[in-house]
């Protein structure tokens, strides 16, 4: 019997860090409410390009990414999946945000977390995200993502 694929949908999100802040966006979508560069990785890209690409779209920046703070997969009732890398990244050196934000975006700002919580944002997993990264948690290494067939 042959089994069908499993539709994937698969999303890159970035938590970007300069001193004790956090870079935001504010969408043109999903209400227009606050949240991190993230969106779809596109056909053919890997997740940390779609994680670069994302973050030019939408705040105008060029990042240096560290390491990834999760790895996520959630199968949805209609057979399908979603799958998101959560990457840790900073600015590239003398690189700056656009605070018009990118194409995709209304706005970009650096907050901190208690200014992060008093915007209308996403979801709590925002500041989850940037509280995971302040307490010290584990970052692990970008090796941990990789194309099949190389050897471990």
Same mark, same amino acid.
């Given at each position: 019997?042959?089994?069908?694929?499993?539709?994937?949908?698969?999303?890159? #999100?970035?938590? @970007?860090?300069?001193?004790?802040?956090?870079?935001?966006?504010?969408?043109?979508?999903?209400?227009?409410?606050?949240? @991190?560069?993230?969106?779809?990785?596109?056909?053919?890209?890997? /997740?940390?390009?779609?994680?670069?690409?994302?973050?030019?779209?939408e705040?105008? #920046?060029?990042?240096?990414?560290?390491?990834?703070l999760r790895?996520?997969?959630?199968?949805?009732d209609? +057979?399908?999946?979603?799958?998101?890398? @959560?990457?840790?990244?900073?600015?590239?050196?003398?690189?700056?945000?656009?605070?018009?934000? +990118?194409?995709?975006?209304l706005q970009?700002?650096?907050?901190?977390?208690?200014?992060?919580?008093?915007?209308? #944002?996403?979801?709590?997993?925002?500041?989850?995200? /940037?509280?995971?990264?302040?307490?010290?948690?584990?970052?692990?290494?970008?090796?941990?993502?990789?194309?099949? +067939?190389?050897?471990?």
């Amino acid at each position: 019997m042959t089994r069908r694929p499993t539709p994937t949908w698969c999303f890159a #999100l970035v938590v @970007i860090r300069q001193g004790g802040k956090f870079l935001v966006v504010q969408e043109r979508k999903h209400g227009q409410r606050w949240y @991190i560069p993230a969106g779809r990785v596109e056909p053919g890209e890997t /997740f940390l390009h779609g994680a670069q690409r994302e973050t030019r779209e939408e705040a105008g #920046l060029d990042i240096t990414v560290e390491g990834i703070l999760r790895v996520q997969h959630t199968p949805v009732d209609d +057979g399908s999946a979603r799958m998101r890398v @959560i990457f840790l990244a900073s600015p590239e050196d003398g690189a700056t945000v656009d605070p018009a934000g +990118g194409p995709d975006a209304l706005q970009a700002r650096w907050v901190t977390i208690d200014e992060a919580a008093e915007l209308p #944002l996403r979801g709590t997993e925002v500041l989850e995200m /940037f509280e995971y990264v302040m307490k010290g948690h584990p970052i692990h290494p970008l090796s941990l993502l990789g194309p099949e +067939g190389i050897s471990i």
